[in-house]
């Protein structure tokens, strides 16, 4: 059995650029733990890119990463897939998908019965409308674009939470107050905005 350790280096007695570690344990022997593979991802330099979000699945990994603009904004993010089905604990790095807009946190990836859904905003803050993005994963090295949907707000706001459910999805966007939206992906070639519902206060994690 082998075992994922996801780490970020940087600063004290590391390596001189802060970088984001994927790293394989064989732990089938408690008295003699050792690393099997390692994948590395090293930040770009312009200091927030440490906001590395990992989603993982018995079979991958989905590693994000920030892209920057030539002043320092944000524009997008990218997924890095990772093949970690190999029983050896081998590390295999497959595709890597373009995303609409920020990821911030792991709870907007998210792959369910060979779907990968993310919600993501473009821009900084609340520049762009919330993005809502399906593919299909047939392997880690082959995801094709499903569908896509650009949320309606009431107003821009920044996005907060999200959570997925089986075919379901819930985002939350913030401005003193907390609009839940309800998005429907039963047919996750044409994701669907049903609901909304105003929530006092501020909510960062739903369960």
């Known amino acids: 059995c082998a075992q994922r350790q996801i780490g970020r280096r940087s600063g004290w007695d590391c390596e001189p650029a802060a970088q984001t570690t994927i790293t394989s344990l064989w732990v089938g022997d408690p008295a003699s733990i050792g690393v099997v593979d390692r994948l590395a991802y090293v930040e770009d330099g312009w200091g927030w890119g440490w906001r590395r979000s990992i989603s993982v699945t018995p079979?991958?990994?989905?590693v994000s990463g920030l892209v920057y603009g030539a002043?320092?904004?944000t524009a997008h993010s990218?997924?890095?897939v990772?093949?970690?089905?190999d029983p050896t604990g081998l590390l295999h790095e497959g595709a890597q998908i373009e995303v609409a807009g920020q990821i911030q946190s792991r709870w907007q990836i998210d792959e369910y019965q060979g779907v990968l859904r993310v919600v993501s905003q473009p821009g900084w803050g609340a520049t762009g409308a919330p993005v809502v993005e399906t593919w299909q994963v047939t392997s880690a090295t082959d995801v094709q674009p499903l569908g896509r949907m650009e949320m309606v707000l009431p107003r821009p706001e920044a996005l907060r939470s999200v959570r997925f459910d089986g075919p379901k999805a819930y985002a939350v966007t913030f401005e003193r107050v907390d609009p839940l939206f309800t998005i429907d992906l039963s047919d996750p070639r044409l994701p669907v905005q049903r609901g909304e519902l105003v929530i006092p206060g501020w909510l960062y994690h739903m369960e």
């Not at 079979?59 to 989905?62: G, K, S, T």
Request: zero cysteines; charged letters at 30%; a negative charge.
């Open 59 to 62: 079979e991958r990994m989905y």
């Open 71 to 73: 002043d320092g904004s």
């Open 78 to 80: 990218t997924l890095q």
């Open 82 to 85: 990772v093949d970690i089905s």
